[in-house]
């Protein structure tokens, strides 16, 4: 009697975009599915056996000890890529400045004000720049989940080579070729041409785009745009399981704990 071969399981490639309370997860299988979801916390898809070949997430990981002006050395590479879009790369700070501004290791911990937490980033952040410089507000706002994401990279090693670091704005000008010339949003509000140009830029790259639609948006509580960047997330991470992802810098610097630095696309 033959034996019938084992089946693996099919490859999948998850990108995740950061969203109120929680990670929108775009989930594809390189082919014609992909899966739309919210989740609460990272690492609640990545417990247990390794769901996914690869995975692609919109925050930074890997926080210097020091920066120069404008951030770390991926922030300085790709900014020149987006041309109009520069400005939707912030410039990370410093570790310090990062565990400052979440209230790490203050007395008052997670009971300091906004402000007060603020305030406590801003100097951090000057203390640990050439030149001396602040925290962007847009930044600031974005540290809870710098760091969740590093003290899951921090506690778990064996997933630094498969989650990894991306920026939307890249992936998309990595599939046109060039910088987009519309954005996604203006004003705050939601721009049809530009999330209409994204949409369309996914489906040329072979993902299934039936779902990126306002009503799935609504029914998962995020906006469109948090569809659409997870799922250039997730094209970016088959790119990087397959071998073919850009990689700024490459090789990747590193930081205190071994994280590496790198945007990929």
Request: charged share 20%.
């Amino acid at each position: 009697m033959q034996t019938q071969p084992t089946l693996s399981p099919p490859q999948r490639y998850a990108g995740f975009d950061g969203c109120p309370g929680g990670w929108v997860r775009a989930i594809w299988d390189g082919h014609g599915n992909l899966e739309l979801s919210r989740v609460g916390r990272l690492e609640e898809s990545f417990s247990g056996d390794p769901a996914f070949a690869c995975a692609a997430v919109d925050i930074p990981i890997g926080l210097p000890e020091r920066v120069g002006a404008g951030g770390r050395a991926p922030e300085h590479l790709v900014r020149p890529l987006l041309g109009g879009r520069q400005s939707s790369v912030f410039s990370v700070p410093s570790r310090a400045a990062v565990a400052a501004g979440i209230g790490e290791g203050a007395s008052t911990g997670a009971g300091q004000q906004e402000g007060a937490l603020y305030a406590a980033a801003c100097a951090a952040a000057r203390a640990t720049s050439d030149p001396p410089r602040a925290v962007s507000k847009q930044c600031f706002h974005i540290f809870p989940k710098i760091a969740e994401a590093d003290r899951l990279l921090r506690a778990r090693p064996e997933l630094r080579a498969r989650l990894v670091e991306c920026h939307p704005e890249v992936s998309f000008q990595a599939m046109q070729g060039h910088a987009l010339a519309e954005p996604k949003k203006v004003k705050s509000a939601p721009y049809g041409p530009g999330l209409t140009l994204r949409i369309g830029l996914l489906a040329g790259a072979g993902l299934p785009t039936e779902a990126l639609t306002a009503s799935t948006a609504r029914m998962l509580r995020v906006g469109l745009d948090d569809l659409i960047d997870a799922s250039a997330c997730a094209w970016t991470a088959w790119r990087v399981a397959h071998g073919t992802a850009l990689c700024f810098p490459d090789p990747p610097d590193t930081d205190a704990f071994g994280l590496p630095i790198a945007i990929h696309a």
